[in-house]
């Protein structure tokens, strides 16, 4: 591991004095020393550079050796080549010129960022899990120049919003979401897009229900040229998705099916869009006097061709030539730049160094193990590779000008921190890819296997008592619950029989007192001396016997006994303030006449007339006692003794003299 990192440090090291010797020597030969303002920048970006590295060895410590390194080469020859154009546009008359100051302050920006981003991005399968979000943000962030009033248009193309006095293009940084999204998307459907069609041509194509993805992917690149004039954003995005289909699939057909989408996108771009159409002509007719001088014409492209042909295989050297002479030569044409002031030998040089990026890349995705990780590196590493290629191709009348910038070399804030943010996040791929495996039988690895063995079985006998704990608390928040209701139960059950004991007693207090009411009413009733009978005519005498006779007297006994033992019964009715009404008296049943003429027949008749008669007189005696004076009151409250002894028995009606018959009987 030191051996590595001394490595490591050697490597920044090295990069880092070819970048100052390149500094001194070129404002040595144009301004005779250093500018004050450029040893400060540079001294904080170089420490920034020392953190970043620090952070990187501590926490990702199997990263890729060569990427960092790279990166700060390209950095730093690419600030000092703007820095020399900076130095000749004020010699020629522009009043300041802080391109140089100002990609500075942006890589110190960028550093501080991907410190950040190592320092928290432990493990780069997180981003699985925000798969769709990064898609919505993405897409927010390629189509926001398109909002009025925040997007601008330059040259043609309407790829950046306005920030205040400065300007960024969120193209660049929607590339990275983009990849995150079609890495996860692509892994979690790779088995149906592999799944093979017909054969045309020896080409096995997919099946037409998987080309529903390809197929949006290409919509939404054609709408943001359309939208926005941008030709190579649109070819970017197209080119990593393609390959990315074609790693998670591994079948030809795809790449085949991108480059025949991508040709007929080209040709209506074309035909559709003057800008687009003039750019394939100035690359098919670059030195023709009229498409030189016409508006949008070639006139750029040549003179970045005359910029290369001026350096030659060496160069002119730092600081003697006129990269001014090409427009935009600090951003879209700063590969031209390079090229007079350095050579073909410089460019070689620099081509490398992205061959080294790319290629370490490509080494991580394959060494990787996860699906994921395999697509997300060669997704990052083929976009760079794709925007070099359209770049240098483009200067170089390989392909027509796209309008892309150079990664890490071109003037722009956008461009650089997005693609330092690219090189941390392969560096933290690399870091899992080149990760050596534990050797089992080692004593080191044993150890760490037992103390992690005993670590979950430590945390789940924890668990266990915690759950034991939740459980007995749940066990016994339900006994108490139980036992609650079953307390209600009981006390609802008390109460309802307590309320049935009390109707029950109710109901016989009432039964007793109607039984005793009508006890007084037919003792009354039978104290009552019957009225003699109505006069029989001779049948009735002739069926007259003794036991009727018998009968009478019985029933004689039975009132003056009940008048002993009960008393009067008006006074009994006074007393008692029991006033029935004569509805509520029972009616005698009136028995209709018997031929057969039974003895039991006679007795109940008879006592049924006598019953009717008893009641009649006792309503009667009820009546007249109801105004007596205060004396009858008062003696009316005497003993029950008292009162049937002074009381006189009631005047019994004498019977009615029998006929003859009768009396003969």
Excluded at 189 to 207: E, T
Excluded at 315 to 341: A, N
Aim: glycine share 8%; hydrophobic share 45%.
């Amino acid at each position: 591991m030191i051996i590595r990192r001394l490595r490591q440090a050697s490597l920044l090291i090295l990069s880092a004095a070819i970048v100052l010797l390149g500094f001194f020597q070129m404002f040595m030969r144009v301004q005779n020393g250093i500018p004050t303002r450029y040893i400060t920048l540079l001294a904080v970006t170089g420490l920034l550079f020392a953190v970043f590295w620090g952070v990187l060895s501590k926490l990702q410590p199997y990263s890729a050796e060569t990427i960092l390194p790279c990166v700060l080469l390209l950095c730093g020859i690419g600030i000092l080549m703007i820095a020399r154009i900076d130095n000749q546009r004020v010699l020629l008359g522009a009043k300041s010129s802080n391109l140089a100051p100002n990609q500075l302050i942006w890589l110190c920006v960028a550093l501080v960022l991907c410190t950040v981003l190592v320092a928290f991005l432990r493990d780069y399968r997180i981003l699985r899990r925000f798969s769709y979000v990064s898609m919505v943000v993405g897409l927010a962030l390629l189509l926001s120049p398109m909002i009025p009033g925040l997007g601008m248009e330059i040259q043609g193309a309407r790829i950046w919003i306005g920030i205040g006095s400065h300007s960024l293009q969120p193209a660049e940084f929607a590339k990275l979401f983009l990849a995150f999204f079609f890495a996860a998307y692509l892994f979690d459907h790779r088995d149906q897009l592999a799944v093979g069609g017909k054969k045309v041509m020896g080409f096995q194509l997919p099946r037409i229900k998987d080309l529903g993805p390809i197929l949006v992917v290409w919509a939404v690149c054609m709408g943001v040229l359309v939208m926005q004039h941008d030709l190579g954003t649109s070819l970017m995005f197209f080119a990593m998705f393609v390959s990315m289909l074609y790693v998670a699939t591994g079948r030809k057909s795809w790449i085949v099916i991108g480059l025949a989408a991508f040709v007929i996108g080209a040709v209506l771009a074309a035909s559709l869009f003057s800008h687009v159409g003039n750019r394939v002509n100035a690359w098919l007719h670059p030195f023709d006097s009229k498409v030189y001088l016409a508006i949008g014409g070639s006139q750029q492209l040549v003179q970045g061709i005359f910029g290369l042909a001026t350096g030659g295989l060496m160069g002119v050297g730092l600081g003697q030539g006129h990269p001014t002479s090409t427009p935009l030569s600090w951003s879209d044409f700063i590969y031209s730049s390079l090229g007079e002031e350095l050579g073909m030998t410089g460019l070689f040089a620099i081509l490398a160094l992205y061959l080294i990026i790319i290629s370490a890349g490509m080494v991580t995705a394959m060494k990787i193990k996860d699906g994921f990780g395999k697509l997300l590196a060669s997704g990052l590493v083929f976009t760079m590779a794709f925007q070099v290629f359209t770049v240098v191709g483009g200067i170089t009348l390989v392909i027509p000008l796209t309008g892309l910038t150079l990664p890490y070399m071109a003037a722009g804030g956008s461009s650089l921190i997005a693609n330092c943010i690219l090189a941390s996040l392969l560096m933290v791929i690399s870091n899992a890819a080149n990760k050596p495996e534990e050797d089992l039988s080692s004593d080191t690895f044993q150890y760490e296997a037992l103390m992690a063995i005993r670590e979950k079985e430590k945390q789940a006998t924890l668990q266990a008592q915690l759950q034991s704990e939740a459980d007995a608390e749940a066990h016994e928040m339900e006994a108490q619950a139980r036992a609650a209701q079953e307390q209600a139960q009981a006390r609802t059950a008390q109460a309802a029989q307590a309320a049935q004991e009390q109707a029950r007693q109710e109901q016989e207090l009432r039964q007793a007192r109607e039984a005793e009411t009508m006890a007084i009413v037919t003792g009354s009733a039978n104290r009552t001396v019957p009225e003699p009978p109505a006069p029989r005519g001779a049948h009735s005498h002739a069926r007259h016997s003794a036991s009727e006779v018998h009968a009478e007297k019985a029933r004689a006994a039975h009132a003056a006994q009940s008048a002993q033992l009960w008393g009067d019964p008006a006074e009994d009715a006074q007393e008692t303030q029991i006033v029935r009404p004569q509805s509520q008296i029972q009616q005698p049943y009136e028995t209709q006449p018997h031929d057969g003429s039974t003895e039991a027949f006679r007795q109940v008749q008879l006592r049924t007339s006598h019953t009717a008669r008893s009641a009649g007189s006792h309503t009667a005696r009820t009546a007249e006692s109801q105004p007596r004076s205060a004396e009858s009151r008062s003696a009316g409250s005497q003993p029950r003794s008292a009162r049937n002894t002074t009381t006189p028995p009631a005047p019994q009606t004498p019977p009615a003299p029998r006929s003859a018959e009768g009396r003969a009987e």
